[in-house]
């Protein structure tokens, strides 16, 4: 039974509110599923000094595959970063501020959507709980290079024996010397002002530098280049340094920008994910990658010459995903295969080992294969992938050094700006190829010269091996090869109607392992540029019968268009139910890698017609975990889905691309709730009450001019809370509207941004007060009967109105919790939350305020405000309607609906 309380309890009540909050108990130990994210590195680095620096690789990441059919180099890298970054946005913020309401910090990475964060167990713990969060990494320390270049030899040095071995002087003095490419240096820095390296810096004028988007310190953000080891000045010579007649670089009229992505040879993970975010898209010393990025003025080609020890707890996931991204990007990311050969399957740590990585072994002058240079295959990650790719001067490389000098230094270091520096070459001599790194590796591996060595077995019909990989890097053999290589094109149709078929799959199969899938544009079209030899074509669009040729690729260009025959289709059916209990659920079917969609019925059935073939189906309704089938059709076919409930709230981003959503979602997290978030775009309605019938609360957060509450919105909301729901309505600046006054019961006073409130007796209608956040809107508030405020607010008129209206709770904010921090907006919501009762939208072990919810709760969320609550005679108002308020709380039972769901 409850029990009145009193003016006396609310007052020591609120004196007791006032005291520091006590410790919790102890939180229980991670589930085996989140502990498991964790690495044990970083388990023991906490272990042992109780803080760390950690990334936070999060599951979501951006859907690259839209680069694929983008044909320029420029399209593809501001297609990546737009992706990246809006994913990014879109799901980071409530992690961050789960991590700052525990004291810890957090800096952001979108090339891989992953977090920085510096915190104890207890942030550890935390985001290792949340659904959203992959993996969990100690920031390790290693030694990325092992030597620095010698400093003793005469500064007049010709041309090295490296850069005439892979034939870089004859396609200087025929074809190009690299002009018009950007080639990157991820290194321990460049000393930029030597003579051979300074001409050549995106950031030199002739008589002037500007460093803001052509140099980057990882380390300690310095603004002007510098390199504390050497090891990068002899990297970047060896890719473009010339001076009079020291011809150290391969591509010497390039351009390099630079990123100090090591501290005196040691890197970290996250130093090396900053410098590839600033070759994608760089951005000035003051600012950062998602706000300030420029993705036209990022590296065409990036050397990486340094390692990431996966026995020095480096794990490889994360870097591949950024090598992965940038290559989307149309970025060539060439790399060291490692020193430490000459045992096979020595090819174990990133970015050596990464598919997406070209890969460099290393040979001396006498033309015998380095002994540290590294072997494939790959068996570190059970891939068995074959690496080196190709071969390159790594024994005895002459190039820049710190101070204006030129020494000599060895490793598989010295080889991979080789190949960088030949890629600047091709591209140069046919700019069509730059950005397209497929057609480019199977050139560069083509017209390497062979070298046979069956120490580590043999690969591609025995033309390459895991020694050599495809032989020695040959820049005039690729020069010529590129400019003799040419187009293919067609047109995809169906052939029934004749009509262009779009985003059809078109799958080639070439010379030097080349294997690379375009797509058809709104025209049918599909384009293609690679080398000279034998392709073989399989197109393939949904719907349709696959087919395939057969082509041999010269100097001219090729026309192949491709007709195809309808498939015959089935259908496929069944019914959509929730877990347990079997209600039919409304949801939306989609299958993977196709438009075909369709939605149940009331019942919860669905049909559609797919033609044979192996499929994945989806069935996806919004409060629902997504139920996944994967199934052949070959007749008629059944297939049922059983959902379970997932997240009970949801958030409507309604608010015009403003992120006012991400004020409650921050503070969701911080309080450990789980959440979906649907997006309200364009001027599009929010979600049907179909849709919202599946939660237990619902935020809606409005904002802008365009997005209000609309005809079709209000239609829903009222069929939602009809049913027992809950909403708690964010609006700033909203109009009335029937929903306002005939629904919410208020509505604005003409002339004013005050809120009237209708009805009669206590709590009949809204109790509240709207006004926007501005100095000038403080009009008096006008109160109807005996309606009451909820709460004041920063001590102007009381904002906040309360609705009970048989069994559903509303509370209609007028403001966006904007002008409170997350501390004061984490306590405010988790107030409301309890005041709504709902136990499905808080963790174990809250207090449930439900019997006694108004005059605790408000009491709670002053306090938690710093603020006292207003107007003579409100507690007496309130004590003397604590009755109908619990009687109202006790309608919580009329809605079986919501409380089978939520209670």
Avoid at 561 to 590: K, W, Y
Wanted: aromatic share 8%; net charge negative.
């Amino acid at each position: 039974m409850r029990r009145r309380i009193t003016l006396l309890c609310l007052l020591l009540l609120a004196l007791i509110l006032a005291l520091p909050v006590a410790a919790q108990g102890p939180t229980p130990p991670l589930d085996k599923d989140a502990e498991a994210k964790i690495t044990p590195t970083l388990r023991a680095a906490l272990a042992k000094d109780g803080r760390a620096e950690f990334l936070v690789r999060l599951r979501e990441q951006a859907d690259l595959r839209g680069a694929a059919a983008l044909s320029d180099r420029a399209s593809k890298a501001r297609f990546v970063y737009d992706q990246v970054r809006d994913t990014a946005r879109k799901t980071q913020p409530g992690v961050a501020a789960d991590v700052v309401a525990l004291g810890g910090q957090a800096r952001s990475f979108a090339l891989v959507n992953a977090l920085l964060v510096t915190g104890d167990a207890a942030v550890l713990d935390r985001l290792a709980r949340r659904g959203d969060v992959a993996q969990l990494e100690l920031n390790v320390q290693f030694k990325g290079v092992q030597s620095a270049p010698g400093e003793g030899l005469a500064p007049a040095v010709g041309t090295p024996w490296g850069i005439t071995k892979v034939q870089a002087p004859p396609v200087w003095s025929q074809y190009t010397r690299g002009g018009g490419i950007v080639v990157a240096s991820a290194d321990t820095g460049v000393d930029w002002t030597h003579p051979a390296l300074q001409p050549k810096y995106r950031g030199w004028n002739g008589t002037s530098a500007d460093h803001s988007l052509s140099w980057h310190d990882a380390i300690e953000n310095q603004a002007v280049p510098l390199d504390d080891n050497g090891h990068g000045t002899h990297t970047t010579g060896t890719m473009l340094g010339s001076e009079g007649g020291n011809n150290v670089g391969v591509a010497p009229d390039a351009k390099w920008i630079g990123c100090r992505n090591m501290d005196h040879g040691v890197g970290t993970p996250a130093r090396y994910l900053d410098c590839m975010e600033f070759f994608l898209a760089p951005f000035p010393p003051t600012g950062n990658f998602i706000d300030d990025g420029h993705p036209g003025l990022g590296a065409d080609v990036i050397n990486n010459s340094w390692g990431c020890p996966t026995d020095e707890g480096c794990y490889p996931q994360t870097i591949t995903e950024a090598i992965r991204a940038l290559r989307a990007a149309g970025i060539m990311f060439v790399a060291s295969a490692g020193n430490d050969g000459p045992q096979c399957s020595t090819v174990i740590d990133p970015p050596g080992l990464v598919d997406d990585t070209f890969t460099v072994g290393a040979f001396s002058e006498s033309g015998s294969i380095a002994g540290f240079s590294s072997r494939g295959p790959v068996t570190v990650d059970g891939s068995n992938r074959s690496k080196p790719d190709i071969t390159a001067p790594g024994v005895n490389v002459i190039s820049s050094i710190r101070g204006g000098g030129y020494g000599s230094n060895q490793g598989t270091s010295m080889a991979s700006p080789h190949v960088a520096g030949v890629v600047a070459l091709v591209w140069a001599a046919v700019p069509a190829l730059k950005g397209q790194i497929e057609a480019t590796e199977a050139l560069l591996r083509t017209t390497a010269t062979q070298r046979t060595d069956a120490q580590c077995g043999t690969t591609a019909g025995g033309r390459a091996n895991h020694v050599w990989g495809w032989g020695e890097v040959n820049a005039l053999a690729a020069v010529e090869a590129a400019l003799a290589s040419s187009a293919i094109s067609g047109t995809v149709r169906s052939a029934a109607t004749a009509q262009p078929l779009t985003s059809a799959q078109v799958n080639l199969t070439g010379p030097g392992a080349l294997a690379v899938t375009v797509t058809t544009d709104a025209q049918g079209e599909y384009h293609f540029r690679g080398p000279a030899g034998t392709y073989t074509l399989t197109v393939a669009a949904f719907g349709y019968q696959p087919t395939n040729a057969e082509l041999a690729l010269g100097a001219s260009p090729i026309t192949q268009d491709f007709s195809l025959a309808s498939a015959q289709e089935f259908t496929v059916s069944g019914f959509v139910r929730q877990a347990g209990i079997n209600t039919p659920v409304r949801a939306s079917i989609t299958v993977d890698g196709s438009s075909r969609r369709t939605t149940t019925a009331a019942n919860g059935s669905f049909s559609l017609m797919l033609p044979a073939g192996s499929y994945t189906l989806r069935a996806e309704a919004m409060g629902y975990k997504t139920g996944v089938a994967t199934f052949n059709v070959n007749g008629l076919t059944t297939q049922d889905f059983s959902l379970a409930l997932a997240a009970p709230i949801l958030v409507v981003d309604d608010d015009e691309g403003k992120d006012l959503e991400t004020l409650y979602t921050g503070a969701l997290t911080s309080l450990g709730r789980q959440f979906d978030v649907y997006e309200v775009r364009d001027t599009g309605s929010g979600p049907t009450d179909e849709v919202l019938d599946n939660y237990c609360l619902v935020i809606w957060v409005v904002g802008g001019p365009r997005h209000r509450i609309r005809t079709s919105d209000y239609q829903a909301l009222k069929a939602y809370l009809d049913q027992g729901g809950r909403l708690l309505l964010s609006e700033p600046g909203a109009a009335s509207t029937d929903f306002h006054t005939a629904y919410l019961h208020a509505a604005l006073t003409s002339g004013s941004t005050a809120l009237t409130l209708l009805g009669s007796g206590p709590f009949s209608g809204a109790f509240g007060y709207f006004t926007d956040n501005r100095a000038d809107a403080g009009a008096p508030m006008t109160l109807v009967g005996e309606g009451q405020p909820a709460f004041t607010w920063a001590g102007q008129p009381t904002y906040g109105g309360v609705v009970y209206s048989g069994a559903y709770k509303a509370l209609y904010l007028s403001f966006g919790l904007q002008n409170i921090g997350l501390t004061s907006r984490t306590a405010f919501l988790n107030q409301l939350l309890n005041w709504f009762g709902c136990p499905r939208c808080r963790l174990p072990g809250d207090v449930d305020y439900s019997g006694q919810v108004d005059v605790v709760d408000i009491i709670r969320i002053t306090q938690a405000l710093g603020q006292t609550i207003g107007q003579a005679g409100y507690r007496r108002q309130l004590d003397r309607n604590l009755d109908a308020v619990i009687d109202a709380a006790d309608m919580d039972a009329v809605a079986a609906n919501w409380a089978a769901k939520c209670q």
